[in-house]
């Protein structure tokens, strides 16, 4: 069974979507463990401030809240392309790209976390992700004049 461009496209946020829960997911855990290792109550980290005075692993937390930063573009890249009916392939191709590009970045700051190479990761996908908005956007505009 073929998939259609929009199915494909669908597809990629799904993955995202994925991506963010399992970076959740490994927050949670990260906070447990170090709440439990520690004999930090609840109440002790009732804010973000407080939250920051008494956890150390906080890469999990970082990388959880920067899926919901840039990436809120892509989705409505995606929602917008779907909701016009203009899902050129060029489009789901680079899509996957950039959802492989948040993956690598989501596991270099959830594991050894190298500045270098999370700014590599993340300017790429930055620089694809407004790219991707140029082209559907001129090619959305050229579609219509024709």
């Not at 461009?5 to 997911?25: K, P, S, Y």
């Not at 989705?75 to 489009?91: D, G, K, R």
């Not at 191709?93 to 700014?119: E, G, P």
């Given at each position: 069974?073929?998939?259609?461009?929009?199915?494909?496209?669908?597809?990629?946020?799904?993955?995202?979507?994925?991506?963010?829960?399992?970076?959740?997911?490994?927050?949670?855990?990260?906070?447990?463990?170090?709440?439990?290792?520690?004999?930090?109550?609840?109440?002790?980290?009732?804010?973000?401030?407080?939250?920051?005075?008494?956890?150390?692993?906080?890469?999990?937390?970082?990388?959880?809240?920067?899926?919901?930063?840039?990436?809120?573009?892509?989705?409505?890249?995606?929602?917008?392309?779907i909701a016009t009916a203009h899902v050129p392939s060029w489009l789901v191709?680079?899509?996957?790209?950039?959802?492989?590009?948040?993956?690598?970045?989501?596991?270099?700051?959830?594991?050894?976390?190298?500045?270098?190479?999370?700014?590599?990761?993340?300017?790429?996908?930055?620089?694809?992700?407004?790219?991707?908005?140029?082209?559907?956007?001129?090619?959305?505009?050229?579609?219509?004049?024709?």
């Amino acid at each position: 069974m073929l998939l259609t461009n929009t199915q494909h496209l669908a597809l990629a946020c799904a993955a995202m979507v994925a991506l963010t829960f399992i970076v959740g997911m490994r927050m949670l855990y990260s906070r447990v463990r170090e709440m439990l290792a520690g004999d930090i109550p609840l109440q002790a980290i009732a804010t973000s401030a407080q939250l920051a005075g008494q956890l150390r692993d906080t890469q999990a937390a970082d990388n959880f809240r920067n899926l919901f930063e840039v990436p809120v573009l892509f989705y409505a890249l995606c929602a917008m392309a779907i909701a016009t009916a203009h899902v050129p392939s060029w489009l789901v191709w680079s899509a996957w790209l950039y959802v492989c590009l948040r993956a690598l970045h989501s596991a270099i700051q959830t594991t050894y976390n190298r500045v270098a190479h999370r700014f590599a990761a993340f300017a790429t996908s930055f620089a694809l992700l407004l790219g991707l908005w140029l082209a559907f956007v001129f090619t959305l505009i050229v579609k219509n004049a024709a």
